[in-house]
């Protein structure tokens, strides 16, 4: 599946109304690969980062960089990817890298400001759930909004991730003996 970072902009704060521009509070970070190497990225390409599923997005630029990454033994898949492996998979590793941008967006009392201090993130939840088998569109379950088997799994708090040389911060988490279809997402405050 997808998301967006969405807008229902009307009318920007600076000519009296109280919406950011789109993308200007809310973005969605896009890896998009530059297929035909032209330098430039194409709508078809951003299009295909999106399909791809290693897209995230913020409010007020909380992150501007994230890698999410699992491993198990000799096969390691991006964000959005598909880990086929032997059951039960003896240790996965996730490794989340993330960097927080010097400013945001913010509002202070009421005013809309378009810098303020950087953002710091609190904490990130692991968040993973069972991938189940196709279900009849016919089936009341088809339109369920929830998957009552997604939890999460791990919390991590600012003090417990590393900085790596490049000035990232590095969690590494491992799942051990993973028997059932999993998938594994990421919530950060």
């Not at 088998?133 to 089936?139: A, G, K, R």
């Not at 929830?146 to 999460?152: D, G, H, L, W």
């Not at 988490?173 to 998938?183: E, F, G, R, V, W």
Request: glycine letters at 8%; aromatic letters at 12%.
């Amino acid at each position: 599946w997808f998301n967006y970072g969405s807008s229902d902009y009307h009318r920007h704060y600076t000519a009296g109304g109280d919406d950011f521009y789109p993308g200007e509070y809310q973005r969605t970070w896009v890896r998009a690969v530059d297929a035909d190497g032209d330098g430039d990225y194409s709508l078809n390409e951003i299009t295909d980062g999106l399909r791809s599923g290693n897209a995230y997005f913020v409010h007020g630029d909380l992150v501007d960089f994230l890698e999410f990454t699992a491993q198990s033994r000799d096969q390691k898949v991006e964000m959005g990817g598909e880990l086929v492996a032997d059951k039960p998979i003896e240790n996965l590793k996730l490794k989340i890298r993330f960097r927080s941008p010097a400013s945001n967006n913010c509002a202070v009392d009421g005013n809309y400001i378009t810098s303020c201090a950087a953002p710091v993130v609190d904490h990130i939840d692991l968040i993973a759930g069972e991938i189940g088998e196709p279900i009849d569109p016919t089936s009341l379950d088809y339109t369920k909004a929830t998957n009552e088997s997604a939890k999460v799994v791990a919390s991590f708090a600012r003090g417990q991730w590393e900085v790596d040389d490049e000035g990232y911060n590095v969690i590494v988490h491992h799942i051990k003996n993973l028997s059932k279809n999993t998938y594994f997402r990421l919530r950060g405050t």
